[in-house]
Structure formats: C-alpha cells, structure tokens
C-alpha cells in the first residue's frame, strides 16, 4: 500500500477493486457501482479475497500493510468461527468461562445440559478427544455420529457411524492422523414432505470490538432429494442425510427448476401453519440467538482489523422439537448460483452488505468514524454491542425481567 492509493480515494476517482474469486454476481456488483477492476498486483481500494489470499495478505512474513483507503472482506484470523473444529473449541471455552463467572447464561439444567448455550450438537475433535469419544459411544451404544473432515466443505468426506466396531476400523487408518470432528447426529429433524434440510442464513460482521452484526432476511433452506429414514435403515446413503447443494446435485433426483431450495419465507409460513405463529417466532428468534452466541464465543480471539468484515453463511438444523442446533458456519458461503432466483438472492444480499460496509457509496478512512449506512436493505441489525451498553434496558437472555430482542417478527 502506497500514499497513491489513499490519493485516488480521496480525489473521489473510480474506485479500484480485485478479487482471485471470479463470480457473476460480484462483478456485476461492482461494476454496476461504476468500480474500476485492477490485476491483484496493481494498487487497489477493495479486495474479495479467497481465503488463500487472505492468509497471505495478512501474513507478517509477506510484508504488506494495508493502507488507511483500503477493505478486505475476511477478519485475519477468520478460521476461528469457520473451522469445525476452532468453531467447537471456542464455543466451548466459551461456555466454560461463563460458568466460571457463574454468569446466568450459564445455567444448566437437571440432566447437566445447558439451558440458553446448548446451540450445537454433542461434537468431540479427532484425534485428540478419540478415546473419550469411545467412552461416550460406549455410554450410548445406540447413537449415531457423524464424522467430517474439520477443514473442508461441500460435504467432502463426510461418514456416519452407528456402530462403534466401525468406527474402531476407521481409527486405525491414516485418515484418522488428520483433524476431524464427530458430531452427535440429529436423528429427528424436522422434515417437511418426508425430506431432511437445513438452512442457510447470511450474517454481516462489520466490527468484533465492539461486536456489530447485521441477519439478512433472505436465506433459504437445502434439501435433500431422497426421503428421510432412520440411519439403522439407510446407514450409506448421504442423499438422505446431507444437504449439501453440490452434494445433491449428483442425485438422479435433483430437480433443476428449483434446485431444491426453499426460501426462508417459505418455510416460516409452513411453520405458522403447522404449528403456530408463537412457534414461528420463537423458532426465528432462537436462531438468530445461535448467532449472536456464536459471534461472542469468538469475539476475544478474533483479530479485529479495521480493514476487514466478513459476510458469513450460517448452517443451521431444525430438529423435530423446533430446536435449531448450528452445524457450521461458512467463510466464503458459495456465490454460484443454481436457479435464477438463487442468483437474484446472493446478489441481492451482497448488493446490501457492501452499501453496509460503503455507506453513502463512498470509500472512508479506516481511521475515522465509520459513516452510519443509509439502508440496510434486507439485513437487520442482529446486535450493536456499542448501542446495547448505551441502552438502559440491554436485552440479555440471562438478565432479570429481560430476553432476547424478537428481531425476526
């Protein structure tokens, strides 16, 4: 970064922007802000950077610094929230230090369960936690467990294991030397026409310090293409358990018209309908307390770089009971579309992330005080820490006579 840079962007010229993650609806994104595309070596106000790049970027080593006219769209150290297994590890240090504080968060209930932080399945980490996890399977002979690669994405080497002979097997090979994570499997989802989903759901962080988070309302549900069963019924076949898009669409049954998506509205009127609106609401508002928890569980080990914001995509499973568990959460949710109206949602999400991010359009010091966004379009603030504690009433799940904000109603 150059004085150059900070030249352009204060003269108002076009905006300079790169990416090495070429997709339809970011380019029409900036080219439709009338934003100059540059090769990554040239100078630059804004980068879409894979994480690859990231790394690289923010790497001490590599000797770049960023410049005061100068965004990139991942936190350093983004991996915290994004890896399966960092993900776990802070969510649980995170439960632990609040039961410490003997904070009312974290309360538990009679069977030792937490009663407001128990938003992820029973996950241990491979190979570190292998012999508790055998005492655990041992102790429930008759769950069953879903085992995935802690670093990868798209459903790539996932398994499930109901048998702990198999999965003594699998622990004797060199796959199990690599970073895992095993997961209790949520054998009662809520299914709607016989078929397992789950949801994705867009949250904007533009500040960890203090926290300052945006939901979008637009998200949609993934199904899969073969109707659900129990895992003693179809232990092999992923196309009834794994919702993952690029997963299912090697099934002879995905259907191209609607790529079997379900928009997030959709499936709130199936709920109303089904079971009620107070079940709607309640539902919607637990999830968006899974976000907020998550963000928190991290927010002391995130790098906050004033640089950077993230635009995740957040994995969530609903199951029987209308309880939403967090499966993972996504650092470069997928850009590629599969329908026209999956293409019309993610640009639509990213057009309101960046007039959020680039308020009025125009590029600011990271210096300076970040200009209050005109619009949020779809997204919704989920939780402003700074105007929370100059709140007198702050919504807190713990506190006495409050609760948590109803930002899905």
Known sequence: ATDSVCAIAM??????????FDKHC???????RGWVRVPEEEEWHFVWASKMTVHKLFDPANGFRFGDYQMINHFPNHWELTRKDTMVRNIKRYRKDLEKEGHPLAEKN????????????DTFQLPGDMSVFMEEFKRNPTSSWIVKPAA???????????????????????????????CRYVDNPLLVGGKKFDLRVYVLVTSYKPLKAYVHRLGFCRFCTVKYTAISESPDDMFVHLTNVSFQKQSAEYNDVHGGKWTLENLRYYIEGTRGRAAADKLFDDINWIFLQALKAVQNV?????????LYGFDVLIDGALKPWLIEVNASPSLSATTVSDRLLKATVLNDALNIVFPEGDMWDVRAPKPPPETLGGFQVLYDEAAAAAAVDVPDKGGKGKKKPGLWR
Request: hydrophobic share 40%; proline share 3%; aromatic share 14%.
């Open 302 to 310: 995130i790098i906050n770089d004033r640089h950077s914001f993230e």
């Open 11 to 20: 003269a108002k010229q076009a905006w300079r922007w790169t990416t090495d």
């Open 152 to 182: 990868s994405s798209q459903g790539k080497g996932i398994f499930i294991v109901n048998k702990l002979s198999q999965f003594q097997r699998w622990a004797k090979t060199p796959q199990a030397t690599k970073s895992y994570v095993v």
């Open 110 to 121: 009679e069977q030792g369960r937490f009663i407001h932080l128990d938003i992820v399945p």
């Open 26 to 32: 970011l380019v029409s994104n900036f080219e439709k």
